[in-house]
C-alpha cells in the first residue's frame, strides 16, 4: 500500500532510555501541532534537518509545517513475511524529525503519526529501532509508549564515505550492486566501513492483544554473543 507520503500493556520488556530520535529533545509536556499525511516532497524538505538526511521512497509521511515522520517497508524481508503469514500488516519508522527549535514533544508528533496511520491505513504493526552508535536510545517511543523488545541483528558493517555515514541502498541505487568489493573499486579509500552496533528495536501495535503472535514473528534466528550485547547494553 502507498499513499500521500493507545497505551500498551506492560510485558516486562526492558525500558528503553532518555534520548530523542533524531530531533532536538522537548518537554514532553507539549503538545504537536495537527498532524496529517503530508508527501514525499514535503518531508524531504523537512528531513534536511535529519542527520541521514532525506530519502528516495517511502510509503507514506505523516506530519506538518514544523516536522514529520516517514515511514516505509520493513528493512528485514524475513521479519515481512512472517508478520505477513500471521496476519498482520507491518510497516517500519524510518525518520522523524523536527525543525531547529520547536515547541513541541516529539513523542507528541509520533503518537498523532500513529493515530493518523492506523485510522487511515491498513498498518497495524509498527516497527522501529534506536542508533546505539549515533547516541540515540529511544526517549521519545519510551514516552509515546512503544515496546521496547530484543535488540535487532546488525548488518554488519556501517559504511562511512567521506567521513559521513551512507546506507548502503544509496550505493545500490548509484550503482546497481552494494557488493563491497564493487563499491570499494570506485570509491576507494573514500569509503570505510566500521563494526555495526547492535540497535535497540522498538514496536507499536494497533491492538495490544495480539502481542504474543507479533513477537513470535520478531523472533531472531540468529542471537548476539553475551560479550557483544554487555559492551553496549549501557549506551
Known sequence: MSVKCG???????ASNQMQDSGSIPTSPLQKSPHVDMISLEKANT?????????????????????????WGVLRSRAIHARL???????????RMVGIPNHKWATSSLLSHSLKVMFEQ????LAITYSDREVGHTGA???????????????????????GKRVSRKT??????????EAVKKVYGDRLLLVPDVPKKRFIFLKNWIRLESALTGLKKKKTWGKNRIKKWEKL
Do not use: M
Request: hydrophobic content about 35%; proline content about 5%; glycine content about 10%.
Open 46 to 70: 523537512l528531513l534536511q534537518h535529519h542527520y541521514l538526511g532525506p530519502v528516495r521512497t517511502a510509503t507514506l509521511c505523516c506530519g506538518h509545517d514544523e516536522g514529520c515522520t516517514v
Open 171 to 180: 550505493f545500490y541505487a548509484e550503482l546497481g550492486t552494494s557488493n563491497i
Open 140 to 162: 521519545t517511543y519510551k514516552a509515546s509508549n512503544w515496546l521496547q523488545i530484543e535488540d535487532a541483528q546488525p548488518d554488519g558493517f556501517l559504511w562511512v564515505l567521506d
Open 121 to 124: 491505513t491498513t498498518f497495524d
Open 7 to 13: 497505551g500498551r500493556p506492560e510485558a516486562g520488556q
Open 84 to 94: 505477513r503469514d500471521l496476519g498482520f500488516e507491518p510497516i517500519e519508522l524510518i
